[in-house]
Every structure is written in C-alpha cells, then in structure tokens.
C-alpha cells in the first residue's frame, strides 16, 4: 500500500521562526491533507492540497503530486502552532472508499 | 461552517463494558469513516461507511466492532467488551464523496479511556 513520510519527526523553534515541513508519498494520490493535532488531541484541518499552493494567514502549503510530496511553511510561528503535524493522503482503496492513509507527523513545539 | 461533531469528548469506561461513540456528519456528506489513534501513534483508518453499508474496513476493525447510522443525521461506532488496549482517541470523518476524491472533515475527537 501507499506509504507516507513525514520530516522531520521533531522540530523546536524560537518564537517567529520559519519552519517547513515535508511530507512524501509513494504512489500517486487523489487526495491530500494537512492536519494540526493540538494539544488537547483535537485535529484542525489546516489545507486539503492535492496539488498546486494555498495560504491561510501564517500557513501556506504546496503539493507537486507529480514529485510526490507536499510541503507546509509555517512563519513567524507562535507557541499556538505547538503540536503535531499530520499529512494524510488518500489511497486508492476498494470501491469508492479512499480512505486517508497517514504519516507520523511532525512534532512542534515553539518556544517564547 | 458545517462541522462534523462527536459526543461525548472524553469517556472512561470499565474494562468489559461496552461503549457507543456518536458522530454527527456534515449533512450533505455521503460518506462516513471512523479513524483511531493510540497514544503517540499515528491515526489509524478503522472502517468506511456508505449508502448504509461498511464500504471497507481494516485488519483492527474486528467483530468487536460495529457502525451503524441510525437515523438521517447520527453515525455511531459500537465498541463491545472493551479492552484496555482500546483505549485511544477515535475520530468520526466524514466526505461528499470518498475521501480520495474529496476534502475528508474530521469531528474533534473522542478520548475513550478503558480501565
């Protein structure tokens, strides 16, 4: 099956750096998604990005689908923006099902 | 902003008992999903549900398990004799059409704690 690699595992930044995120996959994908697993367990959808660039605020993502990976910048990051970093991509299951198949995140915790 | 909701957010329960975890989807989704996450784990796809029927499910998805939709709105995931290795977040999803295709919409969450 499709395998989702996430880069790197963990990451501490200083109040208002820069970050990037990476996520690789191994197949072609339909779908993919970016997801902030605060520290409360919630996730927050953050960008669905099969392909092409998009920004909200501080956050902007870029998938080149025919490379196989996606990219999440963060900038001048806040202690809000602590937690886990999931991208998940959607597989070519059985039937209509694609369910999402997912990394292991990035770790992220910013410092004051 | 139509949002995918889960009740309760936390539940303990006793090890044996068994336990109902509700979802309400977006509206005018047609496809349902359950996901779990064990602590500091990745999350993990359970089952798919779609025109009322499991469209797909996964190796942990065993006869422990069951999804039903039992009226327009709710979708609800059935956990029986729970065991302390159930313990875990479980997300209920939910997307227009299958989640490859479509922006899948996740509820926050519900911490289910088996002692």
């Known amino acids: 099956g499709i395998q989702v690699e996430q880069s790197p595992p963990d990451l501490i930044l200083q109040e208002g750096a820069n970050s990037t995120l990476r996520c690789n996959f191994s197949?072609?994908?339909?779908?993919l998604q970016w997801f902030h697993q605060n520290p409360w367990g919630q996730l927050i959808n953050l960008f669905y990005?099969?392909?092409?660039?998009k920004q909200n605020g501080r956050l902007s993502a870029t998938t080149v689908a025919t490379e196989r990976y996606s990219l999440l910048y963060i900038s001048s990051s806040q202690t809000t923006d602590s937690g886990v970093y999931f991208c998940?991509?959607?597989?070519?299951?059985?039937?209509?099902?694609?369910?999402?198949?997912w990394g292991l995140g990035t770790s992220l915790a910013v410092n004051p | 902003e139509p949002e995918v909701t889960q009740t309760p957010s936390h539940q303990v329960t006793q090890m044996g008992q068994e336990v109902i975890l509700r979802c309400v989807p977006i509206?005018?989704?047609?496809?349902f999903y359950w996901y779990r996450q064990i602590l500091g784990q990745k999350v993990e796809f359970l089952v798919s549900?779609?025109?009322?029927?499991?469209?797909?499910k996964s190796e942990i998805f065993d006869d422990q398990f069951s999804v039903e939709r039992p009226d327009g709105s709710n979708f609800t995931l059935k956990i029986r004799s729970t065991k302390l290795e159930d313990s875990a977040m479980y997300f209920c999803?939910?997307?227009?059409?299958?989640?490859?295709?479509?922006?899948?919409?996740f509820g926050q969450g519900t911490r289910l704690t088996v002692v």
């Open positions: 998940a991509v959607g597989s070519l299951g059985t039937g209509n099902n694609r369910k999402l198949i």
């Open positions: 197949d072609s994908v339909n779908n």
């Open positions: 990005i099969p392909s092409g660039t």
């Open positions: 509206s005018n989704h047609l496809y």
């Open positions: 549900f779609y025109n009322n029927e499991i469209s797909e």
């Open positions: 999803a939910s997307s227009l059409q299958g989640g490859g295709y479509t922006e899948a919409f």
